[in-house]
């Protein structure tokens, strides 16, 4: 058990980071998202730490206006390390709120398969219920080992709609691949993609690469095979797997922010 943890999850604890972007003020540097920290409590007591970013301009108070994305991301690192996706995002235009799992960041505890379901869904009843943003508002996004965990809350909550990028059917897939010498029927964690995916209803986009090196192409497309409509497949071909948006350029934000005004549009350009 304890070596399957330490497969699966690589959490980087504060003060592991770029905690100094915090401190860039709004407006002082082109792009930058006005950043809250965000402080919420699972059902399991774990106190969890996350980033509410908001774009800058007067209509990005109200949270009934501009979409949110709801971002969980990969299995390693903190919330730091994705500040420079963030700022892209948030000009989309939309607000992020991206979490650390238990374990990971400024988040208590310790990261599992279940805790991680559970601070997902903390995250979603902290957005509806404290920041006060409407269901058809928010738009999950997860992330490799994020996207399974952006699914799984997908089954359980009315989003707007889901975007899973470099996604895989579940982790005992990805343990054959990875390591072949270890029996599937051994590992405990699930994280079981490809027998949910399928009653997840609101709009899907998958992104994937045919070059991702961890996480194989071939996975991400029997994922959105499994998929119901309505569902869209974007490929970023030569992009390995930490760098989509890199590779992906204008391209690849122009179809993010295409799939969110779909399902979530900002009442400012109606």
């Known amino acids: 058990m304890f070596f399957e943890d330490r497969f699966i999850y690589f959490p980087s604890k504060y003060p592991e980071g770029m905690w100094e972007v915090e401190k860039l003020r709004a407006g002082k540097v082109q792009g930058t998202p006005i950043i809250e920290d965000a402080w919420f409590q699972t059902e399991d007591g774990v106190r969890l730490h996350g980033w509410y970013c ?11 206006i501009v979409p949110t994305l709801l971002w969980f991301h990969g299995n390693a690192g903190n919330i730091t390390h994705r500040f420079e996706m963030i700022q892209r995002l948030v000009q989309l235009p939309a607000r992020v709120f991206i979490i650390d799992y238990r374990g990971y960041g400024r988040s208590e505890g310790s990261p599992s398969e279940q805790g991680l379901y559970m601070d997902a869904r903390a995250a979603w009843d902290y957005l509806v219920n ?22 799984d809350l997908a089954t359980k909550v009315g989003a707007a709609g889901l975007i899973v990028q470099s996604g895989f059917t579940s982790i005992a897939d990805m343990a054959a691949q990875v390591m072949p010498f270890i029996p599937t029927f051994i590992v405990r964690t699930k994280m079981d993609s490809i027998n949910k995916i399928g009653s997840v209803r609101c709009p899907k986009l998958f992104i994937h690469s045919p070059e991702d090196e961890m996480v194989p192409y071939h996975l991400g497309r029997r994922l959105y095979d499994a998929a119901s409509a309505p569902k869209h497949f974007y490929e970023v071909a030569g992009a390995s797997h930490n760098e989509m948006d890199i590779v992906g350029g204008r391209a690849y934000f122009d179809a993010i ?11 400012t350009t109606q």
């Open 257 to 267: 922010g295409s799939f969110v005004q779909d399902c979530a549009p900002d009442s």
């Open 54 to 64: 908001t774009p800058q301009g007067n209509e990005a108070d109200d949270p009934s």
């Open 130 to 151: 404290i920041r006060g943003t409407p269901a058809g508002k928010i738009v999950i996004f997860g992330d490799s080992l994020g996207g399974a965990v952006a699914i």
